[in-house]
T-cell receptor, first 113, second 113 residues
Framework: DGGITQSPKYLFRKEGQNVTLSCEQN?????MYWYRQDPGQGLRLIYY???????QKGDIAEGYSVSREKKESFPLTVTSAQKNPTAFYLC????????????FGSGTRLTVV | DAKTTQPPSMDCAEGRAANLPCNHS???????VYWYRQIHSQGPQYIIH???NNETNEMASLIITEDRKSSTLILPHATLRDTAVYYC??????????????FGKGTKLSVKP
């Protein structure tokens, strides 16, 4: 079945360490997105990529980095520069010409200990 | 920032219709209204979208006012599994370009037995 997979589901990190969250899709979608969600809040856009080897900052990109070397993959690195990284991270994808919106993964819950 | 206003919470009795309102008074002519929902600790799920006309699918109906400044999502026979946070989003679509989805805090719908 086609879909979008995020791993791991739960992740613990020590302060000062970088950590990379995985996002893979087999939907042949051109665009991919990373959102952050804090308790009781909506989703905020971190980074997005409309095409391979290209990506743009969203509203809260500071302390995060991404790469888009393959169409299927859009990993997010949470760096030590991110002051408050504990959150629920969601990855999504969409076809370039679509109008039906995004397909979301099931999320990764990151906790800094 | 999100361009929509929704009540923070609503209750609905199981089996009854759930009517979720959304105000988008600054909507532009090329902006669509999208609805997503998010069940606790999962990724958001697409429900429905529309531009001017009312829309219906297997999940819900979307009623958009004639001036397009507000809309209502209707779940005709709510079940306990419809308990979720519902997000109303306006999104620009023009030609081959789609705007990013910007999520507000949504409405937490609680369906009660």
């Amino acid at each position: 079945d086609g879909g979008i997979t995020q791993s791991p589901k739960y992740l613990f990190r020590k302060e000062g360490q970088n950590v990379t969250l995985s996002c893979e899709q087999n939907l042949n979608h051109d665009a991919m997105y990373w959102y952050r969600q804090d308790p009781g809040q909506g989703l905020r856009l971190i980074y997005y990529s409309q095409i391979v080897n290209d990506f743009q900052k969203g509203d809260i990109a500071e302390g995060y980095s991404v790469s888009r070397e393959k169409k299927e993959s859009f990993p997010l690195t949470v760096t030590s520069a991110q002051k408050n990284p504990t959150a629920f991270y969601l990855c999504a994808s969409s076809a370039r010409q679509e109008t039906y919106g995004y397909t979301f993964g099931s999320g990764t819950r990151l906790t800094v200990v | 920032d999100a361009k929509t206003t929704q009540p923070p919470s609503m209750d609905c009795a199981e089996g009854r219709a759930a009517n979720l309102p959304c105000n988008h008074s600054t909507i532009s002519g090329n902006e669509y209204v999208y609805w997503y929902r998010q069940i606790h600790s999962q990724g958001p799920q697409y429900i429905i979208h529309g531009l001017k006309n009312n829309e219906t699918n297997e999940m819900a109906s979307l009623i958009i006012t004639e001036d397009r400044k507000s809309s209502t999502l209707i779940l005709p026979h709510a079940t306990l599994r419809d308990t979720a946070v519902y997000y109303c989003i306006v999104r620009q679509i023009e030609g081959g370009s789609q705007g990013n989805l910007i999520f507000g805090k949504g409405t937490k719908l609680s369906v009660k037995p």
